[in-house]
């Protein structure tokens, strides 16, 4: 009889997988380990702000943040590793992101790579002299009588803008027509560049306010690496005929 009373007891699932280690489960994962690369990659991409932490180090508005990491001034090997280190955990966060969860958005998720890694490419060759102050350093940059680091920091830099403007151009053109959080940011994202790269082709022309130009696009830049990974990680869901179709990035494992 009691044998038979242990039999007609209902089978109690045994718990397994995150339950059981307390390991979030695959698509968590990746989740967490791409935030955690963005969110560090981010806090070295922006050591600018110690400036404003710190007077006396910029000298003047007009000064490049760039100026800072020529050899010799205060902090500039740590600024030097800074971007190096941005670059690369930045690239580490977009190749664990991924581009597959979003139809279309390869392109925009090179260029993002493109970024990060022209970004590290700065750090590691840093500038020769501050040419944004420096009228002296200015003349020997257009006589090519620098260092050739110089010539590769300006070309990384180049490079950095350039390649971040076409991603967020193939994101805006991606998503219009749209109604998700990250196509708003991208149109917001665009307009602002609209009215920003002609003040900021102003600032170098005429060596005015370049840093606080630099400052208004590093922080534009910031928003489009959380715009992207956030997108990537929580893709909108798509209509098919059976009702929504569930974000493949949660269901995706590593």
Request: glycine share 12%; proline share 5%; with cysteine.
């Amino acid at each position: 009889m009691r044998a038979m009373t242990r039999a007609s007891r209902p089978a109690v699932a045994e718990p397994c997988g995150s339950a059981v280690t307390g390991r979030p489960a695959p698509g968590r994962r990746r989740q967490l380990v791409t935030w955690s690369l963005c969110a560090a990659g981010l806090l070295s991409y922006n050591w600018w702000l110690l400036v404003l932490l710190k007077p006396g180090l910029m000298r003047s508005p007009d000064e490049l943040f760039s100026n800072l990491e020529v050899s010799g001034q205060p902090y500039a090997t740590a600024m030097q590793h800074a971007d190096l280190l941005a670059g690369i955990l930045l690239a580490a966060a977009f190749l664990a992101a991924g581009w597959r969860s979003i139809p279309g958005s390869r392109k925009d998720w090179l260029c993002m790579l493109g970024f990060a890694a022209a970004g590290a490419l700065g750090g590691l060759f840093p500038e020769a002299c501050a040419d944004g102050i420096n009228a002296g350093c200015r003349r020997q940059e257009w006589h090519f009588q620098l260092a050739a680091s110089q010539y590769v920091h300006d070309i990384a830099g180049i490079a950095e803008f350039a390649a971040i403007t076409v991603a967020l151009f193939l994101a805006w053109r991606r998503t219009r027509g749209g109604r998700s959080s990250a196509g708003a940011a991208y149109r917001w994202l665009g307009r602002g560049a609209l009215v920003c790269y002609p003040l900021l082709g102003a600032a170098y022309l005429t060596d005015r306010m370049g840093g606080v130009m630099e400052a208004v696009f590093f922080a534009g830049f910031t928003v489009m690496v959380l715009t992207q990974i956030a997108e990537r990680l929580h893709p909108p869901r798509r209509h098919h005929a059976g009702g929504l179709e569930p974000s493949r990035a949660g269901v995706s494992s590593w």
